[in-house]
């Protein structure tokens, strides 16, 4: 069930219509019993594998919180890191390790490995459930967040249907007191969360999926061979084609959220203005750069244990960061990419901010163009399948060619991403979590109507799912 499907926007107005008529406790079994037939919309039996997780964590957690000896709480907690990786391992990477060792032995001759019946189909949005599991697990055992008491209200914050695919990942200290105590209706919030939804319907069909016309036929080789010009619009069109996406994502599963009177954090701050690539990783996907940081970055010493420890720790977060998003030897080459780039700017810059003042207004924006090129470098590993492939790519930046559809695409591309763009400088001056969100009602509503008629007109006719539903 896809956010821009027409099954979910009936199956959100039922659930929300249904909702606001039950009491509290009655609230949570439905919201609990709709999640699980969201999930399990793609396939059933993926819902054992999330309910028995989900089983072991409530009562790992409820034994590490009632025991005061260091060593058995310890022992929970290691117990319950280790099976919740080893889930996410089994099914996440073992066709990726599979396929290593098919291509090792290859190289030494052995060429006859039938491989076609070991292969795992993966569960959809196992990774972000998991790290939901154990940021649980941890905070439970570092005494931040007490143990849930209901099982049900547990497995609601575990599988609540706006984050459960792709995020937010949400902090226990964030969204389990939300479920577990009552939540009343308030109207301003339900616009909200409504302006929200059209909001991330726009940056979906409209941005992202318009973009991916563009990146498609780059990468699809529609184009021709890698030269200058594809690799520059493939790696621009793909940039502003994930960033629709997922920004979208976010924005459809904040406002649902909203409409069901939950909370969910802020995914997404304008990534494409950072002035740094430290600045970039508190811009994007901030759910998961903040579970980063806080769950292994800092537990493997932070920057605690001297200059060459950090770089280090630095490139460890960023390469498993990179692992996290796929079984592929590419998101481990665009995690280090980021790695290294931070441990560069610690290196020359050490802590010390790098944002500039209104009075450098030419510094920061130089700054932004040469950070989000270099991001759009690492896109390239992060959207060609194949490290031969990106590397293809890369050595085409230095053959030039023209053909007159380029103009073509490049007109149709930018236009796109100048929309988004405009979007974005009016969220960074207002420091808003939407869009004209200052605004008067009557502006917002003008706004809505806006989205509505964008997205009928304009969205791209074709079937693109989510990119980060394969995460």
Not at 105 to 127: M, N, T
Request: charged share 15%.
């Amino acid at each position: 069930m896809f956010f821009d499907s027409t099954a979910y926007v009936v199956f959100l107005s039922f659930v929300t219509l249904l909702y606001w008529r039950l009491p509290f406790r009655k609230q949570n079994y439905l919201l609990l019993a709709a999640s699980y037939v969201f999930y399990g919309w793609w396939d059933w039996r993926f819902l054992l594998l999330m309910a028995g997780s989900t089983l072991v964590d409530f009562i790992v957690g409820r034994k590490i919180a009632s025991t005061s000896n260091e060593r058995t709480r310890r022992s929970l907690l290691f117990f319950s890191i280790i099976l919740n990786f080893a889930f996410l391992g089994i099914f996440k990477y073992f066709n990726f390790f599979l396929d290593s060792t098919v291509h090792l032995a290859a190289l030494l001759g052995l060429k006859q490995i039938p491989v076609s019946l070991w292969r795992i189909l993966l569960p959809p949005g196992i990774s972000f459930y998991t790290f939901q599991e154990v940021a649980y697990i941890v905070d439970v055992y570092h005494r931040k967040v007490e143990a849930a008491e209901s099982f049900v209200d547990y497995a609601l914050f575990i599988s609540l249907f706006p984050h459960l695919i792709a995020g937010p990942i949400q902090r226990p200290s964030h969204l389990l007191p939300q479920v577990q105590k009552p939540r009343s209706w308030d109207p301003s919030k339900a616009f909200d969360g409504l302006i929200l939804i059209l909001e991330g319907l726009f940056r979906k069909v409209v941005i992202a999926d318009n973009c991916a016309l563009i990146a498609n036929a780059v990468y699809s080789g529609n184009f021709g061979g890698p030269n200058t010009m594809t690799v520059l619009l493939g790696a621009y069109a793909f940039a502003w084609q994930i960033y629709g996406d997922f920004s979208g994502y976010s924005c459809i599963a904040r406002g649902s959220a909203q409409l069901l009177g939950f909370h969910f954090m802020v995914n997404f701050r304008q990534p494409y203005l950072a002035e740094s690539l430290q600045d970039f990783w508190r811009r994007w996907h901030i759910s998961l750069s903040t579970w980063l940081r806080d769950y292994l970055y800092i537990p493997l010493g932070g920057s605690r244990l001297g200059k060459v420890r950090t770089y280090i720790n630095l490139m460890l977060t960023m390469l498993l960061g990179g692992l996290w998003h796929g079984a592929n030897w590419t998101f481990v080459i665009w995690g280090g990419i980021h790695g290294a780039g931070l441990a560069i700017e610690r290196l020359f810059m050490g802590t010390r901010e790098v944002l500039g003042s209104s009075a450098n207004f030419i510094a920061r924006w130089g700054r932004r163009i040469i950070i989000f090129n270099l991001v759009c470098l690492a896109w390239i590993f992060f959207r060609v399948p194949s490290l031969s492939g990106a590397w293809e790519q890369l050595a085409g930046l230095a053959t030039w060619q023209w053909k007159p559809e380029y103009l073509t695409a490049i007109v149709f591309f930018a236009v796109y991403a100048a929309i988004l763009f405009l979007l974005d400088l009016q969220l960074e001056a207002s420091g808003g979590e939407q869009v004209f969100a200052s605004r008067p009602y009557a502006w917002r509503i003008v706004t809505a109507v806006a989205f509505c008629v964008l997205i009928t007109l304009f969205g791209a006719n074709q079937e693109n799912a989510f990119i980060y539903f394969r995460f």
